[in-house]
């Protein structure tokens, strides 16, 4: 494997004194599928949105294709390479799902406003470049049949996909996955995990994923930090991470509480 | 290349339609649908910052008031200007300003998206709704200064005596820019862009949209079509003064493109034609009137209550309007697929 | 400007100030809680100024029919939000906006409709229309009397707000309205108190406004509204006593720029937009005010 993509280094982060990040480190390699687990309330989003200029961690800071990126603004991250989804799954509910694809690829679509108005000739070949490569990765995702279809009357698995299909657009270098399995059944957590393995190949990703679900981390992850109130409590191999003591502790203090 | 050839013949044909009625009508028509024409270019330009974009403004009565005195005073000759001026000399600016009607018409659309620009900054930089309060500020504001600035605007007096260039070819004309500008821009990465914002403004910039600079386009190309109807309008009347600007101007478009459906631009022209005539109709309303045999008296105020209350039940019961956020043609197409 | 004008001006300030502030916390506390800028909130005020013009008018002595006035606006206050807002809390944003503005729009062109449009004098009794000399200035009452009430409601307020359930459970829904709902509180109810206080505020203010100026017609609400809504934003949209403050900022400088330059007279009921556009530039949060939307993900 080859050096550190993104390197988290030393994050803090503290809201109105409530300490939701503690000093928190740790890289991942080009290539990697890396897992953020942990029990609600660890702070993995947290650290997502830090990662992507959401927010201002209070010390620290990230370290992206050896470049602080600490402090860039959310659509500025984008174009360096890192792409997101959210937990909650977040389409545009009014956009079809091709045109949803599309936004995806708003910074790789070179015409001016003026240009787009008056319609010259840049408007209609690099229309036609996105539109091309918008159906190229629908087919990867076994969207195609959909491209036309409102994206909110899809099937919730439809939807995950339609997500990560987005952020697949903005031809990122690192992909942070929310909980992409999060409300599936087993068959479309089964279709996701080969549909992500498929990506990352084709497109030469490397993945960060956010995931509760330790079945699902333990099939797909390379490496995973386990994060409990703010504080990682384990790093290593995903079978090392189940048998440890203070991940199972941690886990099983999540369950009594819910 | 199909729809390049259909996109000519419905302009030809419009660009038809236009001439053969500015040619057969009465006057009193003509005049009627210069009107609609003018509702119908502030309205489609409304649609784009309100329904596209989905940023709630109440602009256009300000933007309107900057087309129609910029334009106003480029047109108006000279030697008119000197003897209008009643409270005090005009500036000598106002005097230099002289330009043919395009031209004048240009510099009130461009002067009003100048001052969209320098709205942007501070409102679009915040999170949250300002946009909505800062624009109803304004329209205030705007009023204040034409009445305070006589050597300008003639204080509340006004400016007349604007010559009549806005005819219906002009408005007609600019109807189907107005409208084509608008299509284009929806069909482009930077209308998808303002939808994206619309639905889910956090997902749109994890999806690297600038959304600050798609706001800003959206409003500056609202104003800057504001302004221009604001010109043609002070043509139309050939007299403006500051209190014709108010609110009420903004309101008939807020209610044009609700029914119309809030991003839908053939929606917005429907529904101008409609609540244009509806408008005219509906006058008897504020007059006095006889109900099971009693005389009520003359209710000026009447039409307005009526029509807030059609708002209030269209947005809560038919959210959507005439055409929700689809254009006409967008329904025949999802039928295919 | 000698000692005697200033004193006559503070006074004065003190008086316009109360009232923006009084107008300010019922836009505050909607914001607050339904992230919604209440058009027709400054309306309310207007409503409130002619129910009581209306009760004095059938007869009723002047304190009932204050009483009438608050509890109308109240009733008219509540009712906008159940007809109207609360079938729209899920919709998209712009939706219950433009429902507002319908909302504002009706109640003016209704009262005019009822009322006619030409300014109605205010029937206020005698004894809050004397002034008194103090030294060489002479003073209205109601300059007095309006910063003593406002101090005594904000007072009340403030109490129920940190020292009473409702308050607590009103400041938690200004984070969080599902989280709040969890925690088995009853937004709706929370929601309709805040209403009722905004809008029983509201119609005092639209009193005391009646009384100092002393005509009400049916559009009187807009600009006043609106400048309540700019002493809102200036103190810190969801804070209360960011609003209080705001408005007395507002005031004081109507009053005074207009005392020491009085060629911009003219230009008065420009400040509050200049001072909302300030205001955005340099401290969006406002002088008291949170960040309400972050944490939004």
Not at chain 1, 2 to 21: D, E, P, R
Not at chain 2, 133 to 153: C, D, H, K
Not at chain 2, 273 to 291: K, N, P, W
Not at chain 3, 153 to 163: D, F, H, N, S, T
């Amino acid at each position: 494997m080859s050096s550190a993509l993104l390197k988290i280094h030393n994050i803090t982060m503290q809201f109105g004194g409530v300490t939701a990040i503690d000093s928190l480190s740790f890289s991942v390699k080009e290539g990697e599928i890396y897992g953020l687990i942990g029990p609600n309330g660890a702070g993995k989003t947290t650290i997502f949105n830090i990662i992507t200029g959401n927010y201002q961690p209070t010390e620290g800071n990230v370290n992206f294709e050896n470049e602080i990126i600490t402090g860039t603004k959310p659509n500025i991250v984008v174009q360096k390479g890192i792409a997101r989804t959210f937990q909650n799954i977040r389409l545009f509910k009014s956009m079809s799902v091709l045109d949803n694809i599309l936004i995806g690829f708003h910074n790789q679509t070179h015409y001016t406003y003026l240009e787009a108005i008056f319609r010259l000739p840049r408007y209609f070949g690099h229309e036609k470049r996105i539109r091309a490569e918008a159906m190229a990765i629908l087919d990867e995702f076994n969207l195609t049949k959909y491209a036309n279809h409102k994206a909110t009357d899809l099937s919730y698995g439809n939807q995950r996909k339609v997500e990560i299909a987005r952020a697949v657009a903005t031809k990122p270098s690192l992909l942070l996955l929310d909980e992409p399995a999060a409300g599936m059944n087993p068959i479309e957590t089964a279709d996701l995990s080969n549909i992500i393995h498929k990506i990352k190949r084709d497109f030469n990703l490397t993945i960060l994923l956010i995931e509760h679900d330790m079945k699902f981390v333990n099939h797909m992850c390379d490496l995973v930090t386990v994060l409990d109130y703010g504080e990682k409590i384990f790093e290593g191999k995903p079978a090392d991470a189940i048998v440890d003591e203070k991940v199972i502790t941690a886990y099983l203090g999540d369950f009594t509480h819910a | 290349m199909k729809s390049l050839i259909i996109k000519v013949l419905l302009i030809a044909a419009s660009l038809w339609l236009i001439w053969f009625l500015h040619n057969n009508l009465s006057s009193y028509r003509l005049s009627m649908i210069i009107n609609i024409g003018i509702f119908a270019i502030l309205a489609l330009s409304y649609n784009l910052i309100n329904g596209v974009a989905g940023q709630f403004s109440l602009e256009p009565n300000g933007f309107v008031a900057i087309g129609a005195y910029m334009t106003a005073i480029f047109i108006i000759p000279m030697d008119t200007k000197l003897d209008m001026y009643a409270l005090t000399d005009p500036a000598p600016i106002i005097l230099q300003m002289q330009a043919n009607f395009p031209i004048a018409l240009l510099a009130g659309g461009l002067a009003s998206a100048f001052i969209a620009f320098m709205l942007s900054v501070p409102v679009f930089r915040v999170r949250g709704d300002y946009l909505a309060i800062v624009t109803l500020g304004f329209g205030f504001i705007i009023r204040i200064f034409a009445m305070n600035s006589p050597s300008y605007t003639n204080g509340a007096m006004g400016l007349n005596d604007i010559p009549d260039f806005a005819d219906f070819r002009w408005v007609g004309s600019i109807v189907i820019i107005t409208f084509m500008v608008m299509i284009h821009i929806i069909y482009s990465k930077y209308g998808r862009a303002m939808k994206a914002l619309r639905d889910d403004e956090d997902a749109a910039i994890a999806m690297g949209v600038n959304t600050f600079k798609i706001k800003t386009f959206a409003f500056m190309t609202s104003a800057f079509f504001e302004g221009i109807g604001g010109g043609l309008l002070a043509s139309f009347l050939t007299t403006i003064t500051p209190d014709q600007f108010t609110f009420l101007l903004t309101f008939y478009l807020l209610i044009i493109i609700v029914l119309g459906g809030l991003g839908s631009m053939t929606g917005t022209l429907v529904a101008a034609i409609v609540i244009g005539f509806g408008l005219e109709e509906l006058r008897f309303l504020d007059s006095e009137m006889v109900i099971f045999g009693f005389e009520t008296d003359a209710h000026p105020g009447m039409r307005m209550v009526i029509f807030s209350v059609l708002l209030i039940i269209t947005m809560l019961f038919a959210r959507r309007g005439l055409f929700g956020d689809k254009e006409l043609s967008e329904f025949f197409k999802r039928k295919q697929s | 400007m000698d000692f005697s004008t200033f004193l006559q001006q503070l006074v004065n300030g003190i008086s316009l100030g109360s009232m923006y502030a009084l107008i300010a916390i019922g836009y505050t506390m909607v914001y607050g809680t339904l992230r919604l800028i209440n058009f027709a909130h400054g309306d309310i005020m207007m409503v409130g100024a002619f129910l009581v013009y209306l009760a004095v008018s059938v007869g009723l002595p002047f304190p009932i029919a204050v009483v009438v006035g608050i509890l109308g606006s109240v009733a008219v206050g509540v009712l906008t939000d159940k007809v109207a807002y609360k079938p729209l809390r899920d919709a998209p944003k712009i939706s219950l906006l433009i429902t507002a503005i319908g909302i504002s729009f009706f109640l003016e062109n209704l009262f005019n409709v009822l009322f006619g449009g030409v300014p109605k004098a205010f029937p206020a009794p005698e004894y809050l229309t004397t002034s008194f000399k103090l030294g060489e200035i002479i003073i209205p009452i109601m300059v007095v009397i309006i910063p003593v009430i406002t101090v005594l409601i904000l007072g009340g307020v403030l109490y129920v707000l940190y020292k009473t359930k409702y308050g607590m459970a009103i400041r938690a829904l200004a984070f969080d309205i599902p989280t709040v709902k969890l925690m088995g509180v009853n937004a709706d109810y929370i929601i309709t108190i805040v209403f009722s206080l905004g809008s029983a505020l509201a119609a005092v203010g639209g009193i005391f406004y009646a009384i100092s100026y002393p005509s009400i017609d049916p559009l009187m609400g807009i600009i006043v509204g609106l400048k309540a809504f700019a002493a809102a934003v200036l103190g810190g949209i969801g804070s209360v006593t960011g609003a209080v403050l705001g408005g007395f900022i507002l005031g004081f400088t109507e009053i005074f720029v207009v005392a020491l330059f009085p060629e911009l007279g003219g230009y008065k009921d420009a400040f509050a937009f200049f001072f909302l556009i300030l205001v955005l530039l340099f401290r969006p949060t406002g002088i008291m005010g949170e960040d309400l939307d972050r944490g939004r993900f």
